[in-house]
């Protein structure tokens, strides 16, 4: 299994309501990663977990909070969103080796995420 | 630090035609190469990459990358075109002394592909 998946597709949600997006991945990889994408741009990294550790946080604001409750899922809670957060959120995985990644990142297909 | 340059905002041919989507990196050590294609309203697909080895790399898709060090290049070709080849095309690169999972993204090429 080379796939992976993200719930919901398509998200619209109010400023004041609490949602979540979920990945789940079954390759093994132990890196797992959130990017915000807007239209016709390149995805910009959000947070990476390791080993289900979170390593990195791009300086990303507290409305969103990453979860990683193992090896194969990701969450990402969305809590008080702003419109300018509409976006499509990638979620993706690598293999981790010895603390760092290798390889390439699988992505999965998206939630595109609309804030009113 | 890293980073990449994809200097064509669009690319456009006709199908049968061969294709060239242009990428350039610069990194402080040596560099993980990768090229990734989104079709609208999808998430990103993995092309090709390259790591080590053999310069020319063979990916999906019929898609081709040459990895030039000297011009710091790693163009994505493909012989002959298809319509279903439009799309919008990223190159990424990571330097491989970094333990980073920090992927650099090239602003993206749009590529057109007219019958």
């Known amino acids: 299994d080379t796939e992976v998946t993200q719930t919901p597709k398509h998200l619209v949600m109010g400023m004041t309501n609490k949602k979540s997006l979920k990945c789940e991945q079954h390759m093994g990889h132990r890196a797992m990663y959130w990017y915000k994408q807007k239209a016709k741009k390149p995805p910009e990294l959000m947070f990476v977990y390791s080993y289900e550790k979170l390593s990195i946080n791009e300086s990303v604001p507290s409305r969103f909070s990453p979860e990683c409750p193992n090896s194969s899922l990701l969450n990402l809670h969305l809590h008080a969103l702003q419109p300018e957060d509409s976006a499509l959120y990638l979620c993706a995985s690598s293999q981790d080796e010895a603390g760092g990644p290798s390889g390439e990142q699988f992505f999965g297909p998206g939630t595109r995420l609309t804030v009113l | 630090a890293q980073s990449v340059a994809q200097p064509e905002d669009q690319v456009n041919v006709a199908e049968g035609n061969p294709l060239t989507v242009k990428c350039t990196y610069s990194v402080s050590g040596n560099p993980y190469l990768f090229w990734y294609v989104q079709y609208p309203n999808r998430g990103l697909q993995f092309l090709l990459k390259?790591?080590?080895?053999?310069?020319l790399v063979k990916g999906s898709y019929g898609f081709e990358a040459e990895f030039n060090k000297s011009q710091t290049s790693f163009h994505l070709k493909k012989p002959s075109a298809l319509v279903s080849d439009s799309a919008l095309y990223f190159c990424?690169?990571?330097?491989?002394?970094?333990?980073?999972?920090?992927?650099?993204f090239g602003a993206g090429t749009t590529v057109t592909v007219r019958a």
């Open positions: 990424a690169v990571r330097d491989i002394g970094d333990n980073d999972y920090k992927l650099s």
């Open positions: 390259y790591i080590t080895g053999d310069n």
